[in-house]
């Protein structure tokens, strides 16, 4: 069973930075894509970050330049530092995992068959 609980959260203002971590367990980590998404109540959930099992990223052009994604396969946990928040950024943020998976520019490219895992989410609001 794959479990993914995405922490870190909160509150900030216009310009400030957060961590978000998604601690993964029940996870194969070879040839996977993981990623994070973030969703508006009433907009359609978009991807702002994912990178594969031999380190390709890809970023929303939104965040680029601002957000960085890395995983640690020790201790089975994906990041997403996120410096220089902007009250756009205010969204529900959620972290996903697929295996036989792999980046393909912005595309998860992802095996037949292949089950995407989600978290609960974690909510992000900026302040102005």
């Known amino acids: 069973q794959v479990q993914l609980v995405e922490s870190g959260g909160g509150s900030v203002q216009d310009g400030g930075s957060l961590r978000l971590s998604c601690a993964v367990s029940?996870?194969?980590?070879?040839?996977?894509?993981m990623g994070w998404f973030r969703q508006v109540l009433g907009s359609e959930r978009e991807g702002v970050a994912a990178?594969?099992?031999?380190?390709?990223?890809t970023y929303a052009d939104s965040v680029k330049g601002r957000f960085t994604i890395s995983q640690d396969k020790g201790k089975n946990t994906l990041d997403l530092q996120m410096n220089g928040l902007k009250p756009e950024d205010t969204a529900m943020y959620y972290c996903?995992?697929?295996?036989?998976?792999?980046?393909?520019?912005?595309?998860?490219?992802?095996?037949?068959?292949?089950?995407?895992?989600w978290g609960q989410g974690t909510q992000v609001t900026v302040s102005s």
């Open positions: 996903a995992a697929s295996s036989a998976c792999r980046l393909y520019g912005h595309i998860w490219l992802r095996g037949p068959g292949t089950t995407t895992y």
């Open positions: 990178i594969d099992s031999v380190g390709r990223t």
């Open positions: 029940g996870y194969f980590y070879d040839k996977h894509c």
